[in-house]
């Protein structure tokens, strides 16, 4: 059962947003069993939206428009819509009353644009927006179906969870989808898939693997669409466990940081954060799975060296001796940092993000991680990158599972 | 001179991750002057990729390809446009050199996967990739230009920046890309759509205006293609700046917190931050700026009211009285923040990002957001939303815009 997305928005096409939608519906779907074939955006524009329906109701089953509609400009989608499905727009007191209670929730004044929305293309069924004002529209023709939903993210997301993909499931016939992630870290893209060129060749016909590189780690997906791959997928997912071997850091789902967390709660161990160039950027990780403060006590973030001084108190004259960006230094911020919030464990960072600030002898991408667990220090050093992005996410993330490989 | 970005690769199509590369190639390209008037994402499969190459070549002039090729899936994509183009994969001694350069400084060996990567289609030009083993391809037909490259960001841009852009620039006679953009927030995306419908009514043909809301603030673009339209232009730009009011925070593309640096760096002022739920995301969107180091000394991450009470020397009767979500704490948080890390100003941020943790009084959403100024303090109470993705998205940019309304 073939689906493709067209995402609706000149704002996309200028490079103002990215379109996170697609990757949200498209990861949803799939798991749900439906199979994307194709990802489109179109701009504002009733011609290039109606080409897109009509090039991809040639080759799906089920089409999803995200976007173009809200209460700066619906009126353009919503007609192209009706002249595509031959139908005219109507009022619907129903939605009007949606629109006023999710207002008079907000506390906000009902006004023109927003009464606007209550119009709705006459043949459509209209599946009320539960968190939003604009409502969802479910069209069909021919056994094809068309759903035209807002590009809000928030409200994308219930429509999809809540309507969109309970009714899809009910009207075609799923098959099953397959998947087994794998988190890997310490190898090259190219070094692992050279270590798995032959595991590749011989994966049967129906089974596929994809890859995700992202600073530091690589995540594999291993997947089949089918009940029939239950046995082969089976095999074929250890198989590729073995091959992994001391790479291999989780197979689930689940990111590094909520990894960190459950052998946190595991072990009944609190932990907190010294950083330097990473900013905050691993506390605010931490801190964004659901349930961290059973864990996580806090973080002293030393951007100055003042601060690493008079509230780490790390000792002046080592970082004159060594370097701020030294094993002696991020040693000391570990513990002390421990020490000063009382937890069990602790992670400290010192490197140079950059652009500026890097010599010969400790380039830009110098970074220094030291893991603390209850008097024992780790510490190791680590060459991040060129880039500041890139060396600010990579020292979280290694930083993270060096934490991780110590407990 | 119209250009269609097509970004190969079954990853996006699952939805495993965000297609951020389209994103920045459109917002490089318009303001360079092209016009993208599609992005597509295919699977990795041939007959899929010219198919999408048959439909962008009948309504652009360019075709960008990100992604389909690289050590993992190189072979598929080069045969797709080798039978495309009517030709045939030529070793190139030239990539080969290339390929090994980059594997010496990076102390890795040259293995088969990435020999492979030297075969290029024999009419293509190839521009070599500086960064990464896989070259840039780039082919002609009939006036129209195909460009395939590595779908890896920091290759994806720098072939991008470096070569394509200016040979493109080169090739094509450009149109003047004209824009102002203007930082707004307190107001609804609604409301602001309503005070702005007699202005957009009147906007004159050719300029267009984009709304791109992220929480909390609303980011406008007024934009035209052309120089005939610039005097239109700046008329209408001074215009919209007026209806905006004391809604604009500013009319640059600089985003909040670099706002917040410059007018740090203006008064020569210090800034720390002393975050509950935020998690520590304040002090990594200051320090994401470059230079940041200038005016921002550090942060206590006060996730743990033990911190609050141990380290930010917040009165614990307060707590018990007030509770920790309250303009009480918050005021003593921001004053021995600044006090602790010696810092002229700081920001205190404390409330309930949920899904947990709310009540009746103070539901899930509920923020006291506090500033500190040598001795002055605003403490303000916020309602940030229900999700907790939001809430701390929210609670960081509305922290960040009161600290730099304070100043």
Redesign the interface.
């Known amino acids: 059962m073939k689906i493709e997305i067209i995402t609706i928005g000149?704002?996309?096409?200028?490079?103002?947003?990215?379109?996170?939608n697609?990757?949200?519906?498209?990861?949803?779907?799939?798991d749900a069993g439906f199979e994307?074939?194709?990802?489109?955006?179109?701009?504002d524009s009733a011609e290039?939206i109606t080409a897109?329906i009509d090039?991809s109701f040639s080759r799906a089953d089920v089409l999803l428009l995200t976007g173009g509609i809200?209460?700066?400009n619906d009126d353009m989608t919503k007609n192209t819509l009706c002249r595509y499905f031959n139908t005219s727009l109507v009022f619907s007191n129903e939605v009007l009353e949606n629109i006023r209670s999710i207002f008079t929730h907000r506390n906000?004044q009902l006004?023109?644009?927003?009464r606007n929305q209550a119009f709705v293309p006459k043949n459509a069924r209209v599946i009320q927006n539960k968190v939003g004002?604009a409502p969802v529209l479910w069209f069909e023709r021919e056994g094809k179906v068309l759903v035209s939903m807002p590009g809000?993210p928030?409200e994308m997301k219930t429509a999809m969870t809540k309507d969109i993909i309970p009714r899809l499931s009910d009207r075609f016939r799923m098959e099953t989808y397959l998947k087994q992630s794998y988190l890997v870290s310490g190898i090259?893209?190219?070094?692992l898939?050279?270590l798995l060129?032959d595991f590749e060749k011989e994966l049967p016909q129906g089974l596929?693997l994809?890859?995700?590189?992202s600073f530091g780690l690589i995540?594999l997906?291993l997947?089949a669409r089918g009940d029939n791959y239950r046995q082969t997928f089976r095999v074929q997912s250890e198989k590729l466990k073995n091959i992994l071997g001391d790479f291999l850091i989780a197979n689930n789902e689940k990111p590094l940081e909520e990894l960190l967390g459950d052998r946190l709660k595991l072990l009944h161990l609190t932990l907190s954060?010294a950083?330097s160039c990473?900013?905050?950027?691993?506390?605010?990780k931490?801190?964004?799975i659901?349930?961290?403060?059973e864990y996580?006590?806090?973080?002293?973030?030393?951007?100055?060296n003042?601060?690493k001084e008079?509230?780490l108190h790390v000792n002046a004259e080592t970082i004159e001796s060594f370097g701020v960006v030294s094993q002696a230094v991020v040693e000391q911020m570990a513990e002390n940092c421990a020490k000063?919030?009382?937890t069990d464990c602790s992670i400290a960072v010192s490197g140079i993000a950059?652009?500026?600030g890097g010599s010969e002898e400790k380039p830009v991408g110098t970074v220094w991680i030291c893991t603390y667990y209850r008097g024992k220090s780790v510490a190791q050093k680590y060459r991040t990158g060129n880039?500041?992005?890139?060396n600010?996410a990579r020292a979280a993330n290694m930083a993270i599972l060096q934490m991780l490989r110590m407990l």
Chains 1, 2 share one sequence.
């Open positions: 000149d704002e996309i096409l200028i490079g103002q947003i990215v379109d996170t697609s990757a949200w519906m498209a990861s949803e779907l799939t994307i074939i194709g990802i489109t955006t179109v701009g290039a897109a090039r809200g209460p700066t906000v006004n023109e644009l927003t004002t809000v928030f090259t893209e190219s070094a898939a050279l060129t596929s994809a890859y995700l590189p995540r997906r997947f954060t950083e990473t900013g905050g950027l691993i506390a605010h931490i801190t964004s659901a349930g961290a403060s996580f006590y806090g973080s002293i973030v030393s951007y100055d003042s601060v008079k509230v000063l919030i009382r950059g652009p500026s880039s500041r992005e890139e600010i």
